[in-house]
C-alpha cells in the first residue's frame, strides 16, 4: 500500500544507487522528490512506497502524480565502490554482531552492551572493526584490561570489517524494505552475519 504525504513519519529512507547500480546511500523521500523532479532518477527498482500527487492540468484536468520506488538508481558519474573502511558506530557495531555478546551468547539491547576491544587498548589495540565486538557489561567488566587467554574467555565470532552495502544495512537496521535487503544482500561479503 502506497502511503501519502500526511504518513511522512512512516515512509521508509529511500536505497540511493549509481547509474551502475551499486548502492551509495540512504535519501529522504523528500530528497528522492527532489531527484525525480531534477530527471536524476533513470530507473527504479521495488516497489513504489509513496505517490505524490501535483496539480491539474489545463488541457483535461487530470492530475499529475509521481510514484517514489524504494531504490532509485541517478544518473550522474559512475564513482568506483566505495573504498576505505565504513566508519565504526556502537549502533553499526551491535547490528554486526547481531546483539549479541560475543563473549557468553547472550541477546541484548543497545542500551546494555558495550563496545569491548579484543586486544585492549592498553595493550597496543586499536579502535577499529577488527578488534572491537559487542559484549554485555558483565563480560566486559570480567575481561578488563587483559587478553582473552588471560582471562579464560573465548570469542563466539571474529569480529571483522563490513563492506559498504553491509554497512547501509547496518546503520538503517529496522527500517529496512524486504526488496531493499534483497538488494544489499547480493554485496554483502561472504562472512557478513547478517546473511545468517
Known amino acids: 500500500m502506497l502511503a501519502t504525504v500526511s504518513d511522512y513519519q512512516r515512509i521508509p529512507r529511500i536505497l540511493r544507487l549509481n547509474v551502475a547500480g551499486q548502492p551509495v546511500d540512504w535519501v529522504s523521500w523528500q530528497d528522492a522528490v ?3 523532479a531534477r530527471d536524476i532518477v533513470i530507473w527504479a527498482l521495488g516497489d513504489p512506497v509513496l505517490r505524490i ?3 491539474h492540468s489545463r488541457m483535461d484536468g487530470a492530475q ?5 520506488h524504494s531504490i532509485i538508481a541517478c544518473d550522474g558519474r559512475v564513482m568506483p565502490p566505495q573504498k576505505g573502511v565504513p566508519p565504526l558506530t556502537n549502533e553499526a557495531l551491535f ?3 547481531l546483539n549479541v555478546c560475543l563473549y557468553c551468547g547472550g ?3 543497545d542500551g546494555t552492551l558495550t563496545r ?3 586486544v585492549p587498548g592498553s595493550r597496543g589495540g586499536r579502535d577499529t572493526w577488527d578488534n572491537v565486538v559487542a559484549a554485555c557489561k558483565r563480560c566486559n567488566h570480567h575481561k578488563g584490561s587483559r587478553l582473552l587467554e588471560e582471562c579464560g574467555m573465548g570469542l563466539l565470532a571474529l569480529p571483522y570489517v ?3 552495502a553491509e554497512y547501509l544495512a547496518l546503520t538503517n537496521s529496522g ?3 524486504g526488496d531493499q535487503m534483497e538488494f544489499l544482500k547480493k554485496s554483502f561479503s561472504a562472512n557478513s552475519r547478517l546473511l545468517q
Do not use: E, K, Q
Request: hydrophobic fraction near 30%.
Open 34 to 36: 527532489c531527484l525525480y
Open 53 to 55: 500527487r501535483g496539480g
Open 64 to 68: 499529475s502524480t509521481l510514484d517514489v
Open 95 to 97: 547490528r554486526r554482531d
Open 107 to 109: 541477546t541484548f539491547s
Open 116 to 118: 569491548d576491544h579484543v
Open 162 to 164: 563490513p563492506n559498504f
Open 175 to 177: 527500517r529496512i524494505l
